[in-house]
C-alpha cells in the first residue's frame, strides 16, 4: 500500500547506524527518491520507517540524486505488532533519564564505557513495540518528550546487552479500559502510560539484531496464523 505520509525514518544500517530524517517526493517501482541532508555510500543498506505505515521498506543506496538519495527496494515486511512480540516475551530494556547539565560527556562515557548516572534503572513491560528507529513501551511517566535517555536491553535469542541513548518522543496517557490489570511481574507497577523514544546512538550490530528479531517475529506469526 503506497503510503500517504511522506515523512519517514531513514535508518542507515551500517557499523555506525544513524537515524535521520528523510522525506520521500517520489516512487517509481521499486525505485524510491527521498530528499534528506545525509550522504550515504552507494550499496549501504537502509530502512525506511514512518509511525503511519504498516510496512517496512528494506533497500540499498543505489545513487545520489540533487537533494538525497535514490534507492532500490529489495523487500517490504509487515511492522511487528504488540501481540506478535508476546510470541518471544518481548524485549528487556533499562533505561535511565539524565540531566541536561553534562549531557555529551554523560552520553559518551556510557556507549564508550558503559558508565551510568547511577545504579537505578527503569524496567518497563518488555512487551513493547519497536524497529530499528526507537521503542515504544508502557511505563509510568517518569520522562517527558524531549529527555534523553540511556539504554540497555538484550534481544531475545541473545544474551548480549547492547547500548544506546535515546529521546523521549511522546508520553501519552493510556486509556483506562486498555490498561493492564495484572503487573508483567511480580512486584512491578502498573502503567499508565505510553511512552515512545527514538534512538540517538546506536550500533550497525545492534540495528541488525532488532531487523533479525522482527523477522523471526513475522515467521512465527505466520506460522501460527
Given at each position: 500500500?503506497?503510503?500517504?505520509?511522506?515523512?519517514?525514518?531513514?535508518?542507515?544500517?551500517?557499523?555506525?547506524?544513524?537515524?535521520?530524517?528523510?522525506?520521500?517526493?517520489?516512487?517509481?517501482?521499486?525505485?524510491?527518491?527521498?530528499?534528506?541532508?545525509?550522504?550515504v555510500p552507494?550499496?549501504?543498506?537502509?530502512?525506511?520507517?514512518?509511525?503511519?505505515?504498516?510496512?517496512?521498506?528494506?533497500?540499498?543506496?543505489?545513487?545520489?540524486?540533487?537533494?538525497?538519495?535514490?534507492?532500490?527496494?529489495?523487500?517490504?515486511?509487515?511492522?511487528?505488532?504488540?501481540?506478535?512480540?508476546?510470541?518471544?516475551?518481548?524485549?528487556?530494556?533499562?533505561?535511565?533519564?539524565?540531566?541536561?547539565?553534562?549531557?555529551?560527556l554523560t552520553?559518551?562515557?556510557?556507549?564508550?564505557?558503559?558508565?551510568?548516572?547511577?545504579?537505578?534503572?527503569?524496567?518497563?513491560?518488555?512487551?513493547?513495540?519497536?524497529?530499528?528507529?526507537?521503542?515504544?513501551?508502557?511505563?509510568?511517566?517518569?520522562?517527558?518528550?524531549?529527555?534523553?535517555?540511556?539504554?540497555?536491553?538484550?534481544?531475545?535469542?541473545?544474551?548480549?546487552?547492547?547500548?544506546?541513548?535515546?529521546?523521549?518522543?511522546?508520553?501519552?496517557?493510556?486509556?483506562?479500559?486498555?490498561?493492564?490489570?495484572?503487573?508483567?511481574?511480580?512486584?512491578?507497577?502498573?502503567?499508565?502510560?505510553?511512552?515512545?523514544?527514538?534512538?540517538?546512538?546506536?550500533?550497525?550490530?545492534?540495528?541488525?539484531?532488532?531487523?533479525?528479531?522482527?523477522?523471526?517475529?513475522?515467521?512465527?506469526?505466520?506460522?501460527?496464523?
Amino acid at each position: 500500500m503506497q503510503p500517504e505520509e511522506n515523512d519517514v525514518d531513514l535508518v542507515v544500517i551500517s557499523e555506525d547506524a544513524q537515524i535521520y530524517h528523510a522525506t520521500i517526493v517520489k516512487r517509481d517501482g521499486n525505485t524510491v527518491y527521498v530528499k534528506c541532508s545525509v550522504v550515504v555510500p552507494v550499496g549501504t543498506p537502509v530502512c525506511l520507517q514512518s509511525d503511519s505505515w504498516d510496512q517496512w521498506l528494506f533497500a540499498r543506496v543505489e545513487d545520489t540524486w540533487t537533494h538525497g538519495l535514490e534507492l532500490k527496494v529489495r523487500r517490504m515486511t509487515h511492522s511487528e505488532r504488540r501481540d506478535y512480540t508476546r510470541v518471544y516475551g518481548g524485549i528487556t530494556l533499562l533505561y535511565q533519564v539524565i540531566d541536561a547539565g553534562g549531557e555529551e560527556l554523560t552520553l559518551r562515557r556510557w556507549i564508550d564505557r558503559g558508565e551510568s548516572v547511577n545504579d537505578t534503572w527503569q524496567t518497563p513491560d518488555p512487551f513493547m513495540d519497536f524497529s530499528g528507529s526507537g521503542l515504544r513501551f508502557h511505563h509510568l511517566p517518569l520522562c517527558k518528550a524531549g529527555d534523553t535517555l540511556l539504554l540497555e536491553f538484550k534481544v531475545p535469542g541473545s544474551e548480549d546487552w547492547h547500548r544506546a541513548t535515546g529521546e523521549v518522543i511522546r508520553v501519552m496517557e493510556i486509556p483506562e479500559d486498555d490498561r493492564d490489570n495484572v503487573p508483567f511481574e511480580s512486584g512491578a507497577v502498573l502503567p499508565t502510560h505510553w511512552i515512545a523514544i527514538q534512538f540517538n546512538e546506536i550500533s550497525g550490530s545492534t540495528v541488525r539484531s532488532l531487523v533479525a528479531f522482527t523477522e523471526r517475529i513475522q515467521e512465527t506469526a505466520v506460522h501460527f496464523a
